[in-house]
């Protein structure tokens, strides 16, 4: 039976405006493979876009009210989706439902055992740890993510198990739309200016969160961060749930014994307490194949909702071991004249100042150079300063400009807020005025042995192939 106000996938017929984006093309696959004919448009092609076309959707390039077919029963959006779209106006006319990709995820989690994934860093690393590791179990589980595992399309799966992994969204409060059996949130910070003017409006948006956990469920937090505690603090006692730590602490339930860098891996040793695993108890290595202590802990918190799910721990600690990273997350991109290229979505001074310390520990004697973007103007604003701290981990630094995303411009703030902060923390940074600048100026300073990192999580993700192609040409030059 279809969940209220869709239709059932014989008959469903959704349309999704921005169909090649993260958020939207998994689920316009799951359901696609659930036997929905599927439409949708977005601003260029892609091969995102062309994989869906090879799984039967119909996908337009630009937005245009033609588009929209008349019998659509649904046209979905996000939020980065503007008023003025030509296809939403259209939709209006014709009296079709305009609703939000979460109330479509929501709609996918019904009659499953959904787990959710939520926190301010994190979330898809996480959720595809979860989710590799459920599959390496043989339980075949769906899930959606927010980035690719192995492959086009592969953040989002349509399994014929019961459990159902998701990556939640808190930047629009989209995360209130789920009602999960098992929540993980990994840490709370302030973030999203233009959704919350405060850390306590944080705070009460991931209680509504939390509110949602179906009676007799668990929520999973991080013992080791703040805010994350502060919200177990806050829900702790409330009938019919169950709150489950895990980190480093001395109370977390789940307890880090120690996280052993080994190269690009990461050795962890957890305890495992009998409450929650029953004859499994004690303690438990597992191997981690990203480095990185941030990664690691993620990979205890996939660990840890698994068990509350019911997964067999020791073996979905060995599945964990099968799990190689995520599209934009330390993602190799090659090396060319003795310098690797890393890819990292990282945009917030934590993440950022985490991923940097991580290929610290990997780059050996060679300095760290990284091209970063800032993301979104109102982030910028705020947290400018904290950005150009973060990038004094690095030997240097070349900044982009502002990629302002859903985002018109504010008067006065430009990446040197966050190259100027960088500097007064005695860091070598300079601004770039474009991609063709960075890629020259990244270039022309590496050496071998270095390492180059793009960051950010707008486009200068596309730069990486651009330093290698450039690498080698110098190497060419000079062989």
Known sequence: MAPAGFASAATDRPHFIGIGGAGMSGI???????????????????????ALRDLGATVH????????????????????????????????ELGIPVVHRSDALAALLAGTRPAAVAGTHGKTTTTSMLAVGLTALGLDPSYVIGGDIDGLLSGARHGGGEIFVAEADESDRSFHKYAPEVAVVLNVELDHHATYASLEEMYAAYETFAAGIRPGGTLVVCADDPGARELAARVRGRAGLRVLAYGAAP???VRVLGVLPRGQASEVTVALPEDLVGAEAG???????????????????ALTAGAALGAPVRGLASALGTYRGVGRRLQPKGTAAGVAVLDTYAHHPTEMAADLEAVRGTAGDGRVLVVYQPHLFSRTRELGAEMGRALALADASVVLAVYPAREDPIPGVTSALVVDAARAAGADATAAPDGDAAVAAVAGMAKPGDLVLTMGAGDVTDLGPRILARLRDRESLES
């Open 283 to 301: 303690e438990l290595a597992f191997t981690v194949s990203v480095p990185g202590r941030h990664y690691a802990l993620n990979a205890v918190a």
């Open 251 to 253: 109370d977390a339930d």
């Open 28 to 50: 316009a696959k799951i359901l696609a493979l659930r036997g929905a004919r599927v439409a949708g448009s977005d601003a260029k092609d892609s091969p995102t876009a062309r």
């Open 61 to 92: 390039i630009g937005h245009a009210a033609e588009h929209l077919a008349a019998d659509a029963t649904r046209v979905v959006v996000s939020s980065a989706i503007r008023a003025d779209n030509p296809e939403t106006a259209r939709a209006a």
